[in-house]
Nanobody, 130 residues
Framework: QVQLVESGGGLVQDGGSLRLSCAAS????????MGWFRQAPGKKREVVAA????????YYEDSVKGRFTVSRDNAKNTVYLQMNTLKPEDTAVYHC???????????????????????WGQGTQVTVSS
């Protein structure tokens, strides 16, 4: 059984930084593209970042470009999201997910791919105070 466990969330002041981790167990996810998405109360779920299986390509939602960096360590079966210059509007539960296996080993990320996940975690709360 595949499990994804996010960690690293917390309370931080406006302008602060956090580094989220997503550790996978149960199977290797090195062939999967991985995504980070967030859900805030009353708002739609949005994908904020994604990375191809080999880290060649990444995607960032416009509001986080230049502030967030997604990376992965396939040897550790772990994906990261470095979040800098955090803003109150970044407050949300952040989840990581393994993008659908139909997209194994693809070197690109398409909008369609970002909506399809085989596995995802319970999430970690990020709260940015003003």
């Amino acid at each position: 059984q595949v499990q994804l466990v996010e960690s690293g969330g917390g309370l931080v002041q406006d302008g602060g930084s956090l580094r989220l981790s997503c550790a996978a167990s149960g199977r290797t996810l090195s062939s999967y593209a991985m995504g980070w998405f967030r859900q805030a109360p009353g708002k739609k779920r949005e994908v904020v970042a994604a990375i191809t299986w080999n880290s060649v390509n990444t995607y960032y939602e416009d509001s986080v470009k230049g502030r967030f960096t997604v990376s992965r360590d396939n040897a550790k079966n772990t994906v990261y999201l470095q979040m800098n210059t955090l803003k109150p509007e970044d407050t949300a539960v952040y989840h990581c997910g393994a993008i659908h296996g139909a997209h194994y080993y693809k070197d690109y990320l398409s909008p369609e791919m970002l909506t399809e996940y085989d596995y995802w975690g319970q999430g970690t709360q990020v709260t940015v105070s003003s």
